[in-house]
């Protein structure tokens, strides 16, 4: 992954989650591409609280979900909402879009549920939107945002993987 994102995507900064696979994900490709690594704890996965290591079978049984479903304001037990989640996800957007302007290409090294609100974020869509953007092992999203509009040149990319 380090090596394609060197030759084809190079970024100027990395941004990572502090969490260990993150991280270690981001370590591997800071020592490739050389450049600046920022931890920003706004890049966690969801907190899932209580449910945190148990099964979903498991989970189902101990904290069932409520008859409709949880609703995305309210957290779970000891972690966050699904609204949450989403905020944490647009700052990170509105961080990259102020704080980070002055660079070309900016990486976030994250984990799927984040990186599924950050891309919900970018497409402007609502806040309880059920779509979900898979992000595979190492998958790929290279958005170029623009002031007046972003393109999203491709998303959970594992070509990298192949060539291996």
């Not at 941004?15 to 696979?21: A, C, D, I, Q, V």
């Not at 148990?54 to 479903?69: L, T, V």
């Not at 799927?112 to 898979?134: E, M, Y």
Request: with cysteine.
């Amino acid at each position: 992954m380090a090596q394609y994102v060197e030759g084809n995507v190079r970024p100027e900064i990395i941004l990572t989650s502090p969490l260990k696979r993150a991280k270690k994900t981001a370590d591997l490709l800071q020592e490739v591409i050389g450049c600046e690594l920022v931890e920003v704890d706004d890049l966690m996965e969801f907190n899932n609280g209580v449910l945190a290591g148990m099964s979903r079978k498991e989970a189902s049984i101990k904290y069932p979900f409520p008859d409709g479903g949880r609703p995305i304001h309210v957290p779970i037990k000891d972690g966050e909402s699904e609204l949450d989640l989403r905020f944490r996800a647009e700052r990170v957007f509105n961080k990259i879009i102020v704080d980070y302007k002055q660079y070309k290409r900016v990486a976030i090294v994250s984990h799927g549920g984040l990186i599924s609100n950050f891309l919900k974020g970018v497409l402007n869509l609502p806040n309880n939107s059920k779509t979900i953007f898979a992000t595979g092992d190492t998958g790929l999203h290279l958005i170029d945002i623009r002031e007046d509009n972003s393109i999203i040149k491709f998303l959970n990319k594992q070509d990298h993987l192949l060539i291996f």
